[in-house]
């Protein structure tokens, strides 16, 4: 008998979750059903497989970079690939809130919404940085402090310089290099161990969110949800898989079936930063694209790349604004593609995090702050489908990258291989 992939043992757990979840949702208060089946199985499951995931972030991040940059001996290489990294992951951002205010208004999905029947939450509102304290920000003056914390843009600019000065040390670099990348392979092998539970730990993070989503608060924001979604899905397969069969002839089905482990994950968590470790071993272990490009690429999206929190915030700034009766001009929808774009720059890929960004956005354009009560009771579920289109764009520029430096594979020579 064939052993089962683990690819179909994640989608199992999260079937499973989502059938149990929905199912314990009329008897949620229930108090078995909430201190011991909720917040007891479903929350231990999924918290200590993401705490588990998280453990690995910043080693992971920090050798594989290190690494990564090291090993590109041709100091003028890595230039290319970091330029056309960003080149990709801010254009593909603007491109993606683009479509989503299109799509916004012609769908006008805050139109005859009444504000009474949607619960006001409080949101705690964090001042926006300017562009260039968060450009200052990105240097680390405590290497040591910016990893306990887990600022992801100066672990990446620390680890990119650690790597640069390896190379230019040359041989006296070698013990050291040798040193790291035993590392690397040490902390590479912690994500393959901890990945054989992930259909649990997904089946909790799915089955609390399904139990615990209220019907009643997205009853009158389905036409928000769908209209995220459909932007979702149109910049996923119409701008991902045009571009990457555009520059790199990649057939967008196999893409997606080689890339399912990596995306489960990432709905499940609703964490780029949490997925680093998945979507590295599937774009290394499945595409065999070569590590070098890899661990620049995949590290840097997961910290820059927000497009699907582009598209959520675009959305949600033609709907909190249609709701409150203001009207957006030109100027204003300029104002916010800039602003969303230069946002996701050194934004942390965490659950959430996209709320904090759009804070930024309606400020930005005199739209109140207080209507992102409005739709944080369903931001969860968007939350979980954007962190998906996140690392498929991730991926998708690790591929084209991989493609113009001549190191991709080709379909036939994966069989091969």
Do not use: W
Request: charged share 15%.
């Amino acid at each position: 008998m064939k052993k089962m992939q683990l690819t179909t043992k994640i989608f199992i757990g999260l079937l499973l979750g989502a059938i149990i979840g929905a199912m314990l949702y009329p008897v949620r208060e229930v108090p078995f059903v909430n201190d011991y089946v909720i917040g007891f199985a479903f929350h231990l499951m999924g918290r200590i497989f993401m705490n588990a995931i998280k453990m690995m972030v910043v080693p992971l991040v920090f050798f594989s970079l290190i690494m990564g940059t090291a090993s590109m001996k041709d100091i003028k290489k890595l230039g290319r690939i970091g330029t056309k990294t960003l080149g990709f992951y801010l254009t593909t951002t603007a491109i993606a809130i683009t479509i989503a205010l299109g799509l916004a208004n012609i769908v006008n999905p805050g139109k005859g919404l009444d504000l009474g029947t949607v619960e006001k939450s409080a949101f705690a509102i964090k001042e926006s940085k300017s562009f260039v304290n968060v450009l200052i920000d990105m240097v680390p003056t405590n290497p040591v402090a910016a990893m306990a914390n887990g600022n992801m843009l100066q672990i990446i600019i620390f680890a990119i310089l650690c790597g640069v000065s390896l190379t230019l040390m040359g041989e006296k670099g070698e013990r050291l290099k040798d040193i790291c990348s035993e590392i690397n392979d040490l902390v590479l092998k912690l994500v393959e161990i901890i990945m054989l539970f992930a259909p649990i730990g997904v089946f909790g993070l799915i089955g609390k969110t399904f139990a615990t989503l209220g019907y009643d608060a997205m009853k009158p924001l389905f036409v928000y949800m769908l209209t995220v979604l459909a932007a979702l899905l149109i910049h996923a397969i119409i701008t991902y898989q045009g571009l990457l069969f555009a520059f790199a002839r990649y057939n967008p089905i196999t893409f997606f079936k080689k890339f399912a482990p990596a995306i489960s994950v990432a709905f499940s968590t609703s964490s780029s930063g949490a997925t680093i470790p998945v979507t590295m071993d599937t774009l290394l272990t499945r595409f065999k694209v070569p590590e070098d490009i890899t661990s620049f690429t995949i590290p840097l999206g997961a910290t820059v790349n927000m497009d699907g929190t582009a598209i959520m915030q675009g959305v949600a700034t033609v709907f909190i604004a249609q709701v409150y009766g203001v009207n957006l001009g030109p100027a204003d929808y300029l104002a916010v593609i800039l602003t969303a774009t230069l946002a996701s720059v050194g934004t942390a890929g965490v659950p959430g995090v996209g709320l904090i960004m759009l804070s930024m956005v309606l400020t930005q354009v005199g739209i109140p702050v207080e209507g992102i009560g409005l739709i944080m009771g369903v931001d969860r579920i968007l939350d979980m489908t954007r962190t998906a289109v996140n690392i498929t764009g991730d991926a998708v520029c690790t591929l084209i990258v991989a493609k113009t430096e001549g190191e991709l594979l080709t379909a036939e020579e994966l069989e091969v291989a």
